[in-house]
């Protein structure tokens, strides 16, 4: 028991007991005015009971904390027999493990979405590993902003920004990743930009042709909701492969390439 549980997870414990004790011992001295009671003031029995308390409060808290993380990870492993082909599903898409999607790959990813803003700052230390090995390829889908009308049409998914905004964020991705190119000292063609001339209906990551990370954009954002992500081993379910290889052939040929 101590070899299965409170072993690997005593850190967590000894931290838990720091913070109850900590709080406690705060709360005491402020109902004593703050004059840093003393074994005189407290009594020996009063600082027993004070870290008895924050040892068991410690280690409830540990207990339900770890239940807690047991749980998931049993139904990610029941997940796992039951759909072997996700690696990853996240109730936010926020937390990816970009670190293994992104910095593990070895020959190419391509990333299809409106524009990439926050994203890179989440993954750049990753793309640096990517990029930095021998014949890496980075590939941006980007929409073509065809006239106002389709602007208007991006523009309403993004309610807290103006058109204009928009528009920069998208105009201005190429930028953001060859100034990234740059730092990193790698040559620009490293990288390649293609405009969509249509609508994008989801936001999607390909990596090394193995890796597909998906991820729709909500119909509205009044009110804005993280969406869901997948992250799906193609190799293991030939459909899915199907569609993915379809989609990004259509995409790809339907695209132009920015010079």
Request: charged share 25%; net charge positive; glycine share 2%.
């Amino acid at each position: 028991m101590f070899q299965n549980f409170v072993k690997p997870h005593l850190w967590s414990a000894i931290k838990n007991f720091l913070f109850a004790f900590g709080t406690i011992w705060l709360f005491l001295e402020s109902a004593a005015g703050f004059r840093w009671i003393n074994t005189t003031t407290f009594g020996f029995w009063g600082y027993l009971n004070l870290v008895l308390f924050s040892m068991v409060a410690s280690l409830v808290h540990t207990y339900l904390d770890f239940s807690r993380k047991a749980v998931v990870e049993r139904r990610l492993s029941e997940a796992r027999v039951r759909f072997p082909e996700i690696l990853e599903f996240h109730a936010s898409y926020r937390h990816t493990d970009w670190a293994h999607l992104i910095g593990t790959a070895t020959h190419d990813v391509t990333v299809c979405a409106f524009y990439l803003d926050s994203w890179l700052a989440w993954v750049k230390e990753d793309l640096r590993a990517f990029l930095r090995r021998n014949a890496t390829k980075l590939r941006v889908v980007l929409p073509r902003i065809v006239d106002d009308r389709r602007l208007g049409e991006i523009a309403r998914l993004f309610p807290q920004y103006a058109p204009s905004l928009v528009r920069s964020k998208i105009t201005q991705t190429r930028k953001k990743v060859e100034d990234i190119l740059i730092e990193f000292e790698v040559p620009l063609s490293k990288a390649e930009f293609f405009e969509y001339p249509h609508f994008l209906n989801y936001s999607y990551i390909l990596v090394d042709g193995e890796q597909f990370f998906l991820t729709i954009y909500e119909m509205e954002r009044a009110s804005k909701a993280d969406a869901f992500s997948l992250t799906i081993d193609l190799r293991k379910n030939a459909k899915v492969r199907q569609f993915v290889e379809k989609e990004n052939r259509h995409i790809a040929a339907a695209s132009s390439r920015l010079q």
